[in-house]
């Protein structure tokens, strides 16, 4: 046999291989086109709901909804299921006395788990060794730090994400927060008179959420803050949800119980162990830990938690944890 046989009968092999290939990705795309639109034309309200409002929180996903709604749809449908809305914000309050027990530097992690969904629950005895840390510098084109990397740079026990961020296309560098951000007492992002949703403490150490200004955070005495949300428990209330709330997700959860024990909460999801969980979820779990007021964070792919070194949950992101501009640290 020549050499330009050899080649030819190469080349053939090759192409036929390729296109076996192409082939086969285009019953794949066909297949998970047409179970989309089986999902969102069918004879279920509540499946189309949960499908789109599952796939608008993702960064990369969104595209699913709009192969079969308009923008204008898509906006009803999240409307009708997301945390319904309340003007309230963290009113101040003594802690009360907690089991004498328990030292007051203790930190327990635990495993929660639901229907749809597996995380872990660090609970920390003493709110004041929990901060904000920051990325040096807010800027879109400056890369922000991994959780990890946070927890180094701040010498902390722990550390899970914090607040949003600019994020466009689901590839921005994680450098630039939404909203505002306070850092022992100083407004470093967001405008003075902004109306925000806001996570973080107060100089009592007491965690306030709800919408604020950054010139109210600052006359509250607020040390710490990101923006993020909706509000899921204020003043010992539970906020009602309706529907689906925010689909099936990674989540990460701040939280505060009476006696000032401070509640984080991870959720694993978009994996074959844990696919995510909805608000209603997460407001069961922080009620189930005594949470009196509790804030939903960023989610999805930034979803992290580290404890002692090591990473305790599985990362939504194929590329691993994504580089953030805020976190909330366990000093």
């Given at each position: 046999?020549?050499?330009?046989?050899?080649?030819?009968?190469?080349?053939?092999?090759?192409?036929?291989?390729?296109?076996?290939?192409?082939?086969?990705?285009?019953?794949?795309?066909?297949?998970?086109?047409?179970?989309?639109?089986?999902?969102?034309?069918?004879?279920?309200?509540?499946?189309?709901?949960?499908?789109?409002?599952?796939?608008?929180?993702?960064?990369?996903?969104?595209?699913?909804?709009?192969?079969?709604?308009?923008?204008?749809?898509?906006d009803a449908i999240r409307a009708k299921n997301s945390?319904?809305?309340?003007?309230?914000?963290?009113?101040?309050?003594?802690?009360?006395?907690?089991?004498?027990?328990?030292?007051?530097?203790?930190?327990?992690?635990?495993?929660?788990?639901?229907?749809?969904?597996?995380?872990?629950?660090?609970?920390?005895?003493?709110?004041?060794?929990?901060?904000?840390?920051?990325?040096?510098?807010?800027?879109?084109?400056?890369?922000?730090?991994?959780?990890?990397?946070?927890?180094?740079?701040?010498?902390?026990v722990a550390a899970i994400n914090g607040g949003g961020?600019?994020?466009?296309?689901?590839?921005?560098?994680?450098?630039?927060?939404?909203?505002?951000?306070?850092?022992?007492?100083?407004?470093?992002?967001?405008?003075?008179?902004?109306p925000q949703p806001i996570v973080g403490f107060d100089?009592?150490?007491?965690?306030?959420?709800?919408?604020?200004?950054?010139?109210?955070?600052?006359?509250?005495?607020?040390?710490?803050?990101?923006?993020?949300?909706?509000?899921?428990?204020?003043?010992?209330?539970?906020?009602?949800?309706?529907?689906?709330?925010?689909?099936?997700?990674?989540?990460?959860?701040?939280?505060?119980?009476?006696?000032?024990?401070?509640?984080?909460?991870?959720?694993?999801?978009?994996?074959?162990?844990?696919?995510?969980?909805?608000?209603?979820?997460?407001?069961?779990?922080?009620?189930?830990?005594?949470?009196?007021?509790?804030?939903?964070?960023?989610?999805?792919?930034?979803?992290?938690?580290?404890?002692?070194?090591?990473?305790?949950?599985?990362?939504?992101?194929?590329?691993?944890?994504?580089?953030?501009?805020?976190?909330?640290?366990?000093?």
């Open positions: 046999m020549t050499e330009s046989v050899r080649a030819g009968r190469g080349k053939r092999i090759v192409l036929r291989t390729l296109a076996v290939l192409g082939v086969t990705l285009l019953m794949v795309l066909l297949l998970l086109l047409g179970a989309i639109i089986i999902v969102c034309k069918g004879p279920s309200p509540t499946a189309r709901d949960l499908f789109v409002n599952t796939v608008m929180e993702t960064s990369a996903a969104k595209f699913m909804a709009y192969i079969c709604f308009s923008q204008e749809e898509i945390v319904v809305e309340t003007v309230e914000v963290t009113e101040k309050m003594e802690f009360e006395q907690g089991d004498q027990s328990v030292p007051k530097d203790t930190i327990e992690l635990v495993d929660v788990t639901g229907p749809t969904f597996k995380g872990k629950m660090l609970i920390v005895h003493d709110p004041s060794r929990v901060e904000v840390a920051v990325a040096p510098v807010f800027d879109k084109e400056a890369s922000g730090v991994r959780v990890e990397d946070f927890a180094k740079q701040e010498n902390a961020f600019l994020d466009e296309g689901g590839v921005g560098k994680g450098g630039m927060p939404l909203g505002i951000v306070i850092k022992d007492g100083q407004l470093l992002n967001g405008g003075m008179d902004s100089t009592n150490d007491q965690l306030v959420v709800g919408t604020m200004t950054g010139r109210e955070c600052l006359e509250r005495g607020i040390r710490d803050a990101v923006s993020f949300g909706p509000t899921f428990i204020v003043n010992g209330k539970a906020l009602d949800v309706a529907g689906s709330g925010g689909g099936l997700n990674p989540r990460t959860v701040l939280g505060q119980r009476a006696d000032g024990a401070v509640l984080m909460l991870v959720i694993d999801g978009r994996q074959a162990h844990s696919i995510g969980a909805t608000y209603k979820d997460c407001i069961d779990v922080m009620l189930e830990y005594g949470a009196v007021n509790a804030a939903n964070l960023d989610g999805g792919s930034s979803s992290m938690l580290v404890y002692n070194g090591e990473v305790q949950n599985v990362c939504a992101s194929l590329y691993g944890s994504r580089p953030l501009p805020t976190a909330f640290v366990v000093k």
